[in-house]
């Protein structure tokens, strides 16, 4: 996610000449812009490629959109070769792109010209198509885009904010970590919310309690990612471990190793695997909000959850893990939790059951979900940036 070294000034990729030599051979044409969304998810992200198709069309279309503009933020964090001021200008650039005061083909051009080959072609491919997905993104109703643009708004300056300040020692507590999560996954779930409500009245009659769970499904999506890739984000000079949770174990991530395997390092890592566990849970609860005839919409949240829970039980069975390939589901549990998903989706009880007990052995901690973390701060974010 960090860089590995600094690259030099803004101006080595911001001349005209520079840009203009940039490839501009012809790449893949699409029938429409359903099949360029279709095809950009499958090639971005197997999972949402998965998840996102389930949703009814008009949801569909919308946040298949709304994760590719996300997917433009990541692309910009995760770069290893750029220095974190640099993707600080790349987030701001990109937030004037969707308000519609910086220009789309510029920025594309910009950005792939600092992206190096270890960001994958297929991202290379999205980054290219910048323009074409904020065409898509302008062609949604006016509520519906401003649902999204104050989403991708928000990641990216509280992405920024973080690239800025991290440390590779990792953030100082827990509040530190929920605040990380919800500028790159809670806000998610407070848009999803919105155009949720904005797709179905009889779902807005229930938007004050899903809205208190929205961060919350959100956040433990995020902690299972952080864990599972806890060793990758490492190698790339990146650590979004809470320091306090593992001080409180009698262990000091300054002195933190790849592949550390000590008993009070894991028992960190089980501490915020309770975590997740409570906010998937929450997850649960948010889900079985929506009314039982959205199979699509509950679909969309259960086997997201499902296959959260169960990377969350790889790892607490694999506390020694070294590599996020150690903890990654197979297949077969990926098609397990679809059909099972499909089979209960209607039966609120059965999910319940279902849940509990495939988190039977997991640590478990409180959590808050009357509001987001990151609220009463977002305000003085937004104002500094």
């Known amino acids: 996610m960090m860089h590995l070294k600094n690259r030099s000034a803004m101006a080595e990729f911001s001349s005209p000449s520079r840009l ?3 490839d501009v051979a012809t790449h893949k ?5 359903d099949d360029f969304q279709s095809d950009m998810l499958e090639r971005v992200s197997r999972t949402f490629a998965l998840t996102i198709p389930q949703l009814p069309h008009a949801l569909c279309r919308v946040v298949s959109n709304a994760y590719l503009l996300c997917r433009i933020v ?12 640099r993707k600080h200008y790349f987030c701001q650039q990109f937030v004037g792109v969707l308000n ?5 083909e510029r920025f594309a051009r910009e950005l792939a010209a600092a992206l190096s080959s270890r960001t994958p072609a297929a ?5 290219r198509n910048v323009p074409r997905v ?10 519906e885009r401003q649902a999204v643009q104050q989403c991708v708004a928000t990641m990216a300056n509280g992405m920024a904010q973080f690239q800025l300040s991290n440390d590779k020692h990792g953030l100082t507590a827990l509040q530190d970590l929920d605040r990380y999560c919800y500028y790159v996954a809670g806000v998610v779930g407070e848009m999803l919310t919105t155009l949720f409500c904005l797709y179905s009245p009889e779902i807005a009659k229930r938007r004050d309690r899903l809205f208190r769970l929205a961060v919350c499904f959100g956040q433990g999506l995020q902690m299972t990612n952080i864990l599972k890739d806890v060793w990758e984000d490492y190698e790339n000079g990146a650590c979004w471990l809470p320091r306090q949770i593992f001080a409180d174990e009698d262990f000091d991530l300054h002195k933190l190793a790849k592949g550390e395997k000590s008993p009070q390092f894991q028992r960190g890592i089980q501490r915020l695997v309770g975590v997740a566990h409570g906010h998937l849970r929450d997850a649960l609860r948010y889900t079985l909000l929506i009314p039982r005839r ?7 949240c259960l086997w997201a959850i499902g296959m959260a829970v169960l990377t969350l039980r790889k790892i607490n069975g694999h506390l020694n893990y070294t ?27 059965v999910l319940w059951l279902l849940f509990y007990a495939a988190t039977l052995r997991l640590p478990l901690s409180r959590t808050e979900s009357a509001h987001s973390p990151a609220r009463s701060s977002a305000g003085a974010l937004d104002r500094a940036v």
């Open 20 to 22: 203009d030599r940039l």
């Open 29 to 33: 044409v699409w029938r429409s812009d």
């Open 74 to 85: 990541d692309t910009i964090e995760d770069e290893p070769v750029i220095s974190s001021a």
């Open 100 to 104: 519609g005061t910086k220009n789309a």
């Open 123 to 127: 991202e290379h491919e999205l980054i």
């Open 134 to 143: 904020i065409q898509i993104s302008r062609s949604f109703s006016i509520p």
């Open 294 to 300: 959205e199979t699509g919409i509950r679909n969309f």
């Open 323 to 349: 590599d996020g390939n150690q903890v990654k589901i197979s297949r077969a549990s990926v098609k397990g939790t679809v059909v099972v998903s499909r089979l209960a989706v209607r039966h609120d009880h």
